[in-house]
Structures are given as structure tokens and as C-alpha cells.
């Protein structure tokens, strides 16, 4: 499987250690500009924007912070994704990054349940919907 990691941070390079697998990283996906045509785990740091350039079977949303505002961060990648054309269906967020006994697992789960209940209706999400996500995930299962 082809996967770009949105985050070229600790999470992203967690990922790659304990859950790549069968998985080849095409690049990691970042919206910090400062890091954009830089190297991160001998793999390239790319805008978001290009993202449509690239021949992808999945993107991994791998950020640290699950808090409270790290749940809206999800959904204003989630929303940045749709404006990208990315369907629904090649959006993961992955709970192997995870201690099984973080809090955040429990977010992670229900994010992805209904993440992929959803992507067997809708294509791509408005920000309409995502709030919907939102509320449907309490926050109270971040940090």
C-alpha cells in the first residue's frame, strides 16, 4: 500500500516504526512551509496542495495532539483533505501509534468508526459534516 503521513513530526515518525508494515511511504504531507522540500526519515516533506500530484492508496493522519483542539485539528485536516478531492475512503488515522492504555485510543476508534460508516456514503465531506463529526465524537474522549 501507497501512504503519504500528513505530520512530519514525532507521530509520523512513530508510525513508521511501529505500524508501517507492508506499506511504502511516498511522502509526508505537512503544513508547516518551513519544512516543505526537506528530507524527514529519508522521505520527502511535501505542501498538502500537492498531494493531488501524487499516486496514493492512503493518507495517515499522524499529529500528536488529541486534545481538545487537537480533535478540531483532525477535522480542519480532514476538511483540508476534501478540499483536496481526497475521498474519505483513503483517510486513516491510525491507533498502533498509541499505547494501548493512552486515552487517545478510545478517540482514535471512534473517529475511524465513524470515519468509515461514513465513507461508505459520502465521497467528500463539507465542513458541515465534519462539525457533524464532531459532535458525534465527544470531546471528552481527548485529552
Known amino acids: 500500500m501507497k501512504e503519504i ?5 514525532e507521530m509520523g515518525k512513530r508510525y513508521c516504526s511501529e505500524c508501517g508494515g507492508d506499506t511504502t511511504i511516498l511522502a509526508f504531507a505537512d503544513n508547516d512551509p518551513a519544512k ?3 528530507q524527514f526519515l529519508g522521505h ?7 498531494i493531488q500530484e501524487e499516486d496514493y492508496d492512503r493518507i495517515v493522519i499522524a499529529i500528536y495532539d488529541l486534545t481538545a483542539d487537537g480533535c478540531k485539528t483532525v477535522l480542519d485536516i480532514l476538511n483540508q483533505l476534501s478540499g483536496l478531492n481526497v475521498p474519505l475512503s ?9 499505547s ?6 478510545d478517540f482514535v476508534r ?4 465513524i470515519i468509515t460508516k461514513t465513507a461508505l ?11 457533524g463529526i464532531l459532535q458525534r465524537i465527544s470531546t471528552s474522549t481527548c485529552l
Open 36 to 38: 516543505w522540500g526537506k
Open 90 to 98: 483513503k483517510i486513516a488515522l491510525p491507533e498502533c501509534v498509541y
Open 121 to 131: 456514503r459520502v465521497r467528500r465531506p463539507s465542513a458541515v459534516f465534519t462539525e
Open 44 to 50: 520527502r516533506i511535501i505542501n498538502p496542495e500537492s
Open 100 to 105: 494501548q492504555d493512552d486515552p487517545r485510543v
Open 5 to 9: 503521513v500528513f505530520g512530519a513530526g
Open 110 to 113: 471512534r473517529f475511524a468508526a
